[in-house]
């Protein structure tokens, strides 16, 4: 294979990363510092957590061509949401994390976003603020539960269930992972 199709193949977050598990699947892909300590996922671990995020977020009922928004601070499980949703055909439309709620209103309802990934509570109490002129939005996914234990669940979902979801459905992260390499 020549360099040009060589790079025609890694065009896309998905495939980069399905090479980077396959050529360096038990190296550092990311370090986080979490209380005080660093952790670090390897290349392979990085893609089983992102593909049982998009296998997740698919059984959520996100499609190829939706728009799934990302808001919060730099966070490995941020990015994963990004690569997930390009994973499933979605389009990843990421926000700053200062964006103030009328802002994520604008650009929610400009991209017509059906689901939403957001990092804590000040990004969930955003969204939630503005969703009622956001009539496309459906799903809200959550990173940090601190301070949500309380709210109306009925469409938020915490991100580490929704990847727990998505592992269940084994077979679908293997059929996905093929797809990953074969339709982007």
């Avoid at 005080?36 to 392979?44: E, F, K, V």
């Avoid at 928004?69 to 499980?77: D, F, T």
């Avoid at 809200?140 to 539960?145: A, G, K, N």
Wanted: hydrophobic residues 45%; aromatic residues 6%; contains cysteine.
């Amino acid at each position: 294979m020549g360099q040009a199709a060589r790079a025609e193949s890694l065009d896309t977050f998905p495939r980069l990363l399905a090479r980077n598990a396959r050529d360096l699947g038990n190296r550092p892909a990311y370090r986080e510092k979490e209380f005080g300590i660093w952790q670090s996922r390897t290349w392979a671990e990085t893609q089983g957590a992102v593909l049982a995020l998009a296998a997740g977020l698919e059984a959520l009922g996100l499609r190829p061509g939706d728009h799934l928004a990302i808001i919060g601070r730099n966070r490995p499980h941020l990015y994963w949401a990004m690569v997930a949703a390009q994973a499933c055909g979605a389009v990843p439309v990421p926000l700053y994390q200062d964006a103030v709620a009328e802002e994520v209103g604008f650009v929610l309802r400009h991209c017509g976003a059906r689901f939403v990934v957001a990092g804590d509570q000040e990004q969930v109490d955003k969204v939630l603020e503005v969703s009622g002129r956001l009539p496309r939005l459906e799903e809200i996914v959550y990173l940090d539960p601190k301070g949500l234990r309380n709210y109306d669940h009925s469409r938020l979902h915490r991100l580490r269930d929704v990847a727990e979801a998505g592992r269940a459905a084994g077979p679908r992260i293997s059929a996905l992972l093929a797809e990953v390499v074969r339709r982007l």
